[in-house]
């Protein structure tokens, strides 16, 4: 077990540690001296790297650092924007001699993959509406193998192996409590929609079978999981004979679940259902989040900035006295 997670990190502590490579890069400063920018990750959470001032010659030997590789560095931890961050003095690629154990590094999912797939699956093959039942099976037999380990974005939110399916998951459980309060909803189609709106993250996000995902593929940064969703459901609902109406209706759900135009929606939910994804998508994803952040706070505290909840600072309760 590797000594030093990033949950333990504090500001102004020189820290020597190893960290996976998530992203890297080399870019140039405004005194137009380059640097390497890394994001940089263990099983306990990310956070990003700086190395100033890099030399031509070091550069050349940087570039055979890729992400999905463990590194050793030595670092002074800094806080920039509220928010923690590495300024890296030495760093080096790792080796046999270094007995690196990846379940240190890899974050996950903190359920089974197959657990997390077999209750999807069973929701949707047990649909009493023929047409969502093949939608969904199809879509879900398809993607399988990558549902094992797929994460449901590169940073931030389920950046993680199996996220994906833990993403969905916990949307479905809320969904199908929510249909019990607001009985007006068709409870089949609201599930359908949380199941496919981020399938199309797989095509969208490069990932390898740990969960790390370098960036976007070429159709991803083009048109994104949105557009390729609808895409995706317009093919098979054709190839199944699925009515105009119902797939459109899920089409207009996928377009939709991020609300507004600056979040790749170019339209508003014009149904109830398609209103309740979007906010299930919100809850999964805020609540993972304040999750996320809280477990690094000491009771009492403040956490850092968290950039994903406008750069709000969260409040983390003392323990309850159980008396």
């Known amino acids: 077990m590797k000594e030093r997670y990033i949950s333990d990190f504090r500001v102004s502590e020189d820290i020597t540690t190893y960290l996976l490579v998530k992203n890297i890069a080399i870019k140039v400063g405004s005194n137009r001296k380059a640097y390497l920018d890394l994001l940089l990750g263990d099983c306990t ?51 046999a001699e270094d007995a690196i154990d990846m379940s240190d590094y890899v974050k996950a999912a903190p359920e089974d993959p197959q657990s997390m797939y077999n209750y999807i699956w069973e929701r949707a093959e047990g649909f009493a509406d023929r047409d969502l039942r093949c939608l969904c099976t199809e879509v879900l037999s398809q993607r399988k193998d990558k549902l ?58 490069e990932s390898n079978e740990l969960g790390v995902s370098p960036g976007y593929s070429f159709e991803g940064k083009m048109l994104g999981h949105l557009v390729l969703g609808v895409r995706e459901i317009e093919k098979t609902a054709e190839k199944l004979g699925i009515p105009r109406e119902k797939t459109v209706m899920l089409e207009h759900m996928m377009l939709s679940h991020h609300y507004e135009p600056e979040f790749g929606s170019p339209k508003k939910p014009l149904f109830p259902e398609a209103e309740m994804l979007h906010y299930l998508d919100m809850i999964d994803a805020k609540m993972y989040d304040m999750q996320e952040v809280l477990e690094q706070t000491e009771p009492g505290k403040f956490s850092e900035k968290v950039w994903t909840l406008n750069n709000r600072t969260l409040y983390r309760r003392e323990e309850k006295d159980n008396d």
């Open 45 to 95: 959470g990310e956070i990003n790297g700086k190395k100033w001032d890099i030399a031509d010659e070091e550069a050349a030997g940087l570039q055979r650092i890729t992400p999905g590789c463990v590194i050793k560095v030595r670092a002074l931890v800094t806080e920039w924007n509220g928010m923690k961050q590495l300024r890296i003095s030495r760093i080096r690629m790792t080796g």
């Open 148 to 205: 094992m380990y797929y994460p449901a974005a590169q940073k931030n939110h389920h950046a993680e192996m199996a996220g994906l399916l833990y993403h969905v998951k916990r949307m479905l459980m809320t969904a199908e409590r929510v249909c019990e309060v607001y009985t007006n909803l068709d409870r089949e189609l609201l599930m359908a929609g949380v199941i496919l709106h981020d399938m199309e993250k797989i095509d969208e996000i």
